[in-house]
């Protein structure tokens, strides 16, 4: 007889919290390659965690139901996070230290590092989803593309994009104030993108008096930021923040202000994936006509 999710799960749970807890133990023990690697390791462990978490709770998950899925979520994590790295060669509200010296060896601590963003958040989000007890996600229930953008749509694009090139043009001592932009502009400019591409929207939830997928990734993003500074901060290899407001009333490495911004990032990695996803869909088949992201139990197919 085939074996139930929850038992079938349950190593996945335990593997990935030894490995959590293992890789912060010897990172403050300052032991190696831990201490060097802490944050790709940790991050490894949480996503295998939060994973056998959701397949327990609900039979499904993005590492069990959809592995391929979950690939392509991780190699277009690495894409879309360089974005933000671009824009902070103008904000420069971030540096790093500590890093190998070795250049092969960085670029791949960078892409495992750079991996592990989206999937991490859309866990997380799966697993806040489970503990609120919201129902789980699925691939159907959305209605066709439309083909006029209503002029909040249309507003909210012109916004979008003008949040997003303010740092492009702003004179250089005004850019390091211009971070909250940059973790919003995507937002308003992909969601109203994403409804006419037939992809999932979070206006389109709210229209519908949907709010779970909302909620789960914002406080997704809350459990996220805090584990990425907690990892951080005591790391050999981390990052270290330049921003200009409260500079010195941190918590870990993060100015207190700077964890508004997770809700918004995870919010903002919801848009900028469904975009890319539903591009690429339409591009590998043009005759589907909406972008379906079939398989994927995650936040973005509810």
Same mark, same amino acid.
């Given at each position: 007889?085939?074996?139930?999710?929850?038992?079938?799960?349950?190593?996945?749970?335990?593997?990935?919290?030894?490995?959590?807890?293992?890789?912060?133990?010897?990172?403050?023990?300052?032991?190696?390659?831990?201490?060097?690697?802490?944050?790709?390791?940790?991050?490894?462990?949480?996503?295998?965690?939060?994973?056998?978490?959701?397949?327990? $709770?609900? @039979?499904?998950?993005?590492?069990?139901? =959809? +592995?391929?899925? *979950?690939?392509?979520?991780?190699? #277009? %994590? /690495?894409? &879309?996070?360089?974005?933000?790295?671009?824009?902070?060669?103008?904000?420069?509200?971030?540096?790093?230290?500590?890093?190998?010296?070795?250049?092969?060896?960085?670029?791949?601590?960078?892409?495992?590092?750079?991996?592990?963003?989206?999937?991490?958040?859309?866990?997380?989000?799966?697993?806040?989803?489970?503990?609120?007890?919201?129902? $789980?996600? @699925?691939?159907?229930?959305?209605?066709? =593309? +439309?083909?006029? *953008?209503?002029?909040?749509?249309? #507003? %909210? /694009?012109? &916004?979008?994009?003008?949040?997003?090139?303010?740092?492009?043009?702003?004179?250089?001592?005004?850019?390091?104030?211009?971070?909250?932009?940059?973790?919003?502009?995507?937002?308003?400019?992909?969601?109203?993108?994403?409804?006419?591409?037939?992809?999932?929207?979070?206006?389109?939830?709210?229209?519908?008096?949907?709010?779970?997928?909302?909620?789960?990734?914002?406080?997704?993003?809350?459990?996220?930021?805090?584990?990425?500074?907690?990892?951080?901060?005591?790391?050999?290899?981390?990052?270290?923040?330049?921003?200009?407001?409260?500079?010195?009333?941190?918590?870990?490495?993060?100015?207190?202000?700077?964890?508004?911004?997770?809700?918004?990032?995870?919010?903002?990695?919801?848009?900028?994936?469904?975009?890319?996803?539903?591009?690429?869909?339409?591009?590998?088949?043009?005759?589907?006509?909406?972008?379906?992201?079939?398989?994927?139990?995650?936040?973005?197919?509810?």
């Amino acid at each position: 007889m085939e074996a139930s999710p929850a038992p079938r799960g349950r190593a996945g749970v335990w593997i990935g919290l030894a490995i959590m807890v293992v890789s912060e133990a010897a990172t403050l023990g300052r032991i190696e390659p831990f201490r060097s690697w802490n944050t790709p390791i940790a991050w490894t462990g949480f996503i295998l965690f939060a994973d056998s978490i959701v397949w327990r $709770a609900r @039979g499904r998950s993005w590492l069990r139901s =959809a +592995p391929g899925e *979950f690939v392509w979520l991780a190699v #277009a %994590s /690495i894409g &879309l996070w360089l974005v933000f790295e671009g824009y902070n060669l103008l904000v420069r509200n971030w540096y790093y230290t500590g890093l190998p010296a070795n250049p092969a060896l960085r670029l791949v601590g960078y892409a495992w590092s750079f991996a592990t963003i989206w999937p991490a958040i859309f866990e997380a989000a799966a697993l806040i989803g489970v503990l609120r007890g919201t129902t $789980a996600p @699925g691939t159907g229930g959305r209605s066709a =593309a +439309p083909s006029i *953008f209503r002029p909040g749509e249309i #507003a %909210s /694009i012109a &916004l979008g994009a003008a949040m997003l090139g303010t740092p492009l043009v702003a004179p250089p001592e005004l850019r390091p104030y211009l971070a909250a932009p940059v973790w919003l502009g995507f937002i308003f400019l992909l969601d109203p993108v994403n409804r006419h591409l037939g992809g999932p929207s979070l206006a389109a939830d709210l229209e519908q008096g949907t709010t779970g997928r909302t909620i789960d990734l914002a406080l997704g993003g809350v459990m996220c930021g805090f584990l990425w500074e907690f990892w951080n901060f005591w790391a050999a290899a981390k990052w270290h923040y330049t921003v200009p407001i409260m500079e010195r009333v941190k918590l870990f490495e993060m100015p207190l202000p700077g964890y508004l911004g997770f809700p918004a990032f995870a919010l903002e990695c919801f848009t900028m994936f469904v975009f890319v996803r539903c591009v690429c869909a339409r591009w590998m088949d043009p005759a589907r006509g909406q972008c379906r992201i079939d398989g994927c139990p995650s936040p973005v197919t509810r």
